[in-house]
């Protein structure tokens, strides 16, 4: 077997919370146990509710912050120290795509400076073949040349992501991990920067961490997706089968909210908010919120385990007919 590309194993995050000056502290786990894996030139969806991890976790996995347990390879080695020399230089080969395009542009700055920067940064070739690079990412992102000389309030917000990607593919990175890169953009935009991203991928090669709370746009771009809740991925698998036939209670909510011509009838209305991180139910997280709750559900957490088709699961009903016939 092939050593995957990027591999996480049981990434714990801890944060404290103090309410007021003289407040006790309180311990929020925002990533609990979780563990992926990604191979080269794939791309794995992570999926869920505001606040259940999904960015923590890309931020763990990329270095940019220290798990309080739990470890990270890239390719088969392990995660060097944040701020040394070889994370520096293997951040070259990992790169971030954020929410909010404007945001992650700097106003002041031209495009094409800022889609050099990164290879001004590492020492990447000299002046001339930088000029070269930056002309083929605009036009690999659909972006014009004259595009490179406009600052970034006199692009649209679509262009903008242009921008962004064109930027994170500068130093030909293995892995980009996008953080709802969607989610900022009109419906109308959002299925050419889809389409984009799956473009890039076959052209360069790259590997994708998609992270979502929209399950269409994590399907038209994953070869598997993960569903995760408060801080654990509850599902993983095929994207056809996960939104298809969802086998954890909180995947067939999702799915259930997605519209579909010709279902009617068929949602599944979710009891209560999520929890509180703060104060995180016993047993299984989701067991307050999930209709086919029994007994066992709020007294132990059920492990991530394989079915025989493949998909990971965190239910102890995961392989009884009962939850089948839920979904």
């Known amino acids: ?53 999904k960015s923590t976790t890309g931020r763990l996995v990329l270095g940019l912050e220290t798990p309080d347990a739990g470890t990270v390879a890239f390719q088969g080695a392990p995660m060097p120290a944040p701020g040394t020399a070889p994370w520096r230089a293997q951040r070259a080969r990992m790169q971030m795509v954020f929410q909010d395009p404007l945001g992650a542009l700097d106003r002041r700055l031209t495009i094409g400076v800022q ?25 690999a992102t659909g972006l014009r040349p004259e595009q490179a000389e406009r600052y970034p309030h006199e692009l649209s917000g679509g ?7 064109a930027r994170a593919l500068a130093t030909d ?13 009109d419906v109308s935009i959002q299925a050419q920067v889809m389409n984009l991203l799956v473009k890039l991928q076959r052209e360069f090669g790259t590997a994708i961490l998609f992270i979502s ?8 771009v994953s070869h598997r997706v993960a569903v995760m809740y408060l801080g654990r991925i509850v599902e993983e698998g095929e994207p056809d089968d996960v939104l298809h036939s969802p086998a954890h209670p909180y995947s ?7 519209p579909h011509p010709g279902r009617g009838g068929q949602r599944i209305l979710l009891q209560g908010d999520p929890p509180n991180p703060a104060d ?3 047993g299984c997280a989701f067991h307050p919120r999930c209709p086919v709750a029994f007994a066992r559900c709020s007294q132990e957490s059920p492990a991530l385990t394989a079915r025989p088709d493949g998909r990971l699961v965190a239910c102890h009903l995961a392989h009884e007919p009962a939850i089948a016939r839920a979904a």
């Not at 309180?26 to 979780?34: I, Q, S």
Request: aromatic fraction near 2%; include cysteine; proline fraction near 4%.
């Open 1 to 53: 077997m092939t050593t995957p590309l990027l591999e996480a194993q049981n990434l714990m995050r801890r944060y404290w919370m103090r309410r007021g000056a003289f407040g006790k502290a309180t311990e929020v786990r925002a990533v609990d146990g979780v563990s992926l894996s990604l191979e080269r030139g794939k791309t794995l969806g992570l999926v869920g509710e505001s606040g259940c991890g």
């Open 115 to 139: 889609v050099r920067e990164p290879l001004d940064i590492h020492g990447i070739g000299d002046a001339a073949a930088r000029e070269k690079r930056v002309l083929h990412l605009l036009h």
């Open 159 to 165: 262009q903008r992501q242009r921008a962004v990607l």
């Open 173 to 185: 990175p293995a892995l980009l991990v996008c953080d709802e890169p969607i989610s900022a953009l």
């Open 213 to 220: 709370h929209d399950l269409r746009a994590v399907r038209q």
């Open 252 to 258: 067939q909510a999702l799915v259930s909210a997605i």
């Open 280 to 282: 995180r139910p016993s």
